[in-house]
């Protein structure tokens, strides 16, 4: 009998954002627009909008901005729903995502 094998983590699934609580990864942000005198701002909330985790970059460099969930970030996410916001800034604030869907499985 062969196990089930899990689905790849971290994903995006539907337009969410998934992975498998305790997990450490990466997720790259890249966008041509990003520049290195720009910052970037990735805020998750719980389900109730309570903020659990921030990951600021005061300057992007090469175009992009990784997201590290190490051993203490991932803690942040037990198994539940979650959204996130970027906020890009330019000169100008600009919202890239608002309210976007992710969960921990």
């Known amino acids: 009998t062969k196990l089930p094998g899990a ?3 971290p994903r995006i699934a539907g337009g969410v954002l998934r992975w498998y609580a305790g997990d450490t990864f990466s997720v790259t942000l890249a966008d041509g627009f990003f520049g290195a005198s ?3 701002t990735v805020s998750f909330f719980d389900a109730s909008h ?3 985790h921030t990951f600021q970059f005061d300057r992007v460099t ?3 901005a990784t997201l ?3 051993d203490t970030v991932s803690a942040k996410f037990p198994r539940g729903a979650y959204f996130y916001d970027i906020l890009y800034t330019h000169g100008d604030k600009t919202t890239l995502a608002r309210d976007n869907r992710a969960a921990a499985e």
Do not use: R
């Open 38 to 40: 720009d910052s970037l």
């Open 50 to 52: 309570t903020p659990v």
């Open 68 to 70: 590290t969930f190490d």
């Open 62 to 64: 090469g175009g992009q």
């Open 7 to 9: 689905k790849p983590s």
